[in-house]
Structures are given as structure tokens and as C-alpha cells.
């Protein structure tokens, strides 16, 4: 089960695996400048994937922690309020968290394309964000970060709550606007790339968000766990299929989109594809590693019968890490 020791070395192990992920991503995705064009400064250059990162990281928690709820319905409310109340104050920070890496996030990438780089003043930063399609997708993030954070504070309320598929659903608006502002958005079939990658990034965000949010709050609790677990093995697998499938019709479009390529060329000669096999590998693991969990480990910790699931799930999770970083870093590359 995990304790305080177990949390923080593998919280700081998540961190540093994203930001791995993330470099190896942005080396292998990186563009030559452009001529004529100046580039960027350090700050800019390191801060972008550096903070794309921290948005898709909060929104996938976000989405995670706005499950609990949904996960331990119908369990006694003298078991499952402790645990919710803990939830909803992790999510009042989370969500500040999350709005204020966006409207970061906005400033650095509208620094970016400014003469002036970070010194850019507020009227090129609100043009920027009025005008171009990543400005006005992080604004909707920060905006649904705002609403996500009241709707923690209500639940926190001993009267009246929202609903609580509201969190979920404002959670998920959040990180979809930002994904289709990516490579999708400029691949040959537009449509067919928008809509897999739509369900690619609620899917993985429920996957990856609910299983860190049952190892961080759930597992400590083993009589909820065993009636959890099987509710949220149903939504993983559901997910992982979505995963998968969508995965590989965004990368069959982005692979053979590209006029004077090949899709051999394409995905084992550029950066790109090899970040996307990179990818493939990782689901695979995890793919493994969450059909060890469901079919091994699950009814022994039904059974209320000691389990490894704490090492279990961190590797899971780790290998989670990886794949996020790698996806911020193709988030912002190309092809060409």
C-alpha cells in the first residue's frame, strides 16, 4: 500500500520521466530555424515543451481526480467522503496549478512569434490570443482550469454539490481545443485527424488520470480499492482500446499525408516516426503491464488478499510518464 515514503520518490520518478520523455521528443521532432525568421531565446526554446508538458500533465490529472467520484459510487459515504474531500482540496490546487502553466504557456508561445520576445507587450500578447488557434485554445483551458477549481470548492460544500460528471466534463473541454491545434490540424485529412485525435487525448486522459488518481488516494484504502478497481479495470480497457485505435489512424494520416514521402520513410527516417514507434512501445508495456494487473493481481485484491499492486501500478505509471513527454514533444512537431 502506499505511504508518504512510497509518494514523493515516485511523484519526483513521474516528473523526471515526463521531462525525459519530453527532451528526447523535442531532440528528435526539432525543426531547422527558419530563414529569415529569428530565433528564440533559451527561455522560449526551454519553456515551451517544458510548460506544454505541465498543461497536459494537469489536464490528464484533472480528468483523473474528477473520476474518484464516479469510481466509488455506491460505497459507504463513512469510506468514500474522506477520501473526496481529500480529492476535491488536491483539485483546488490542481486547478490553479493548471490555469496558471496555460496562461504561461500562452505568454511564452505568443513570445515566440513577437519581435520582442518575452518582453512582448499586453496588446501583441491579447492579439495573439484573439487571433491564432493555440492562443484561443489556451485560453479555454485556463478558462475551464477556473470553472474546474470552483467546481472543487463546491464539492467541499456540506449542502447541495454539483454533479459529479460536471468536473469530468469541464475537465475534458480543457485539453481538447489544445490538442487540435497540433499537427493534426495541419495533416492532409483534416476531419479524419481531428476526431481520432479528439478521442485519443480524452481517452488516454481518462486511462492515465484515473489510474493515477486510484494509486494515489485509492490503494491506501484497501477495502475501497477492491470495490473500485474492477469499475475502473472496465473503463481502462475501454480506454486502451480507444487509445490504440485512434493512435494508429492519427499516425497512418500524419505518416502518408505528406506529399514526396513514404510512410516507411516517414516512420523510420524522420524524428517523427521514431517518436511515434517510441510511443507504440509504450502502450504495449502497458498493454502488458494493465493485463498483469487485471487478470492476476485483481482477484486477490477482490479477495482482500495481500497483492503487489503498489509496484505494479507504478511501473505502469512510469511508463505513462514517458509517453506523455514524448506526446508534448509531438505536439508541436512535424513531419517536414
Known amino acids: ?50 510548460l506544454r508538458l505541465a498543461v497536459d500533465v494537469g489536464a490528464v490529472a484533472a480528468v483523473g481526480l474528477a473520476m474518484l467520484p464516479l469510481l466509488l459510487r455506491g460505497g459507504r459515504s463513512v469510506r468514500t467522503r474522506p477520501v ?62 477556473l470553472g474546474y477549481t470552483v467546481l472543487h ?10 454533479p459529479a460528471e460536471l468536473p469530468v466534463l469541464v475537465a475534458m473541454l480543457g485539453q481538447i481545443p489544445l490538442a487540435l491545434t497540433g499537427h493534426s490540424a495541419a495533416a492532409a485529412n483534416h476531419e479524419l485527424a481531428l476526431l481520432s485525435m479528439s478521442v485519443h487525448v480524452m481517452a488516454a486522459a481518462g486511462w492515465v488520470g484515473g489510474l493515477g488518481a486510484m494509486f494515489f488516494l485509492v490503494v491506501p484504502h484497501r477495502g475501497l480499492l477492491a470495490e473500485a478497481l474492477p469499475r475502473f479495470a472496465a473503463v481502462g480497457t475501454v480506454c486502451l482500446g480507444a487509445v490504440a485505435v485512434s493512435g494508429v489512424v492519427n499516425a497512418v494520416v500524419q505518416l502518408t499525408g505528406r506529399p514526396g514521402i513514404s510512410w516507411a520513410a516517414a516512420l523510420f527516417g524522420t524524428g517523427y516516426g521514431w517518436v511515434v514507434l517510441t510511443k507504440t512501445a509504450a502502450l504495449l508495456v502497458l498493454a502488458g503491464l494493465g493485463g498483469w494487473l ?10 482482500h488478499r495481500a497483492a503487489p499492486v503498489t509496484l505494479w501500478i507504478s511501473l505502469e505509471l512510469l511508463v505513462m510518464a514517458l509517453a506523455i513527454g514524448l506526446a508534448a514533444a509531438l505536439a508541436r512537431a512535424s513531419l517536414s
Not at 487485471?294 to 479477495?303: N, Q, S, T, V
Open 1 to 50: 500500500m502506499t505511504t508518504s515514503r512510497t509518494t514523493i520518490p515516485l511523484l519526483l520518478g513521474l516528473a523526471a520521466t515526463a521531462a525525459v520523455g519530453t527532451t528526447i521528443g523535442s531532440l528528435l521532432t526539432a525543426a531547422a530555424p527558419a530563414p529569415g525568421v529569428p530565433a528564440p531565446g533559451a527561455v522560449v526554446r526551454l519553456g515551451l515543451p517544458a
Open 294 to 303: 487485471r487478470f492476476r493481481l485483481m482477484p486477490a485484491i477482490i479477495r
Open 153 to 162: 470548492g463546491l464539492g467541499l460544500r456540506t449542502g447541495p454539490r454539483p
Open 84 to 145: 473526496l474531500v481529500r480529492a476535491h482540496r488536491i483539485g483546488l490546487v490542481l486547478g490553479a496549478v493548471w490555469a496558471l502553466a496555460a496562461v504561461l504557456l500562452l505568454w511564452v508561445q505568443a513570445a515566440e512569434l513577437a519581435p520582442a520576445g518575452l518582453d512582448l507587450d499586453g496588446a501583441a500578447l491579447l492579439d495573439y490570443a484573439a487571433t491564432v488557434g493555440a492562443g484561443r485554445a489556451l485560453l479555454v483551458a485556463a478558462a475551464c482550469a
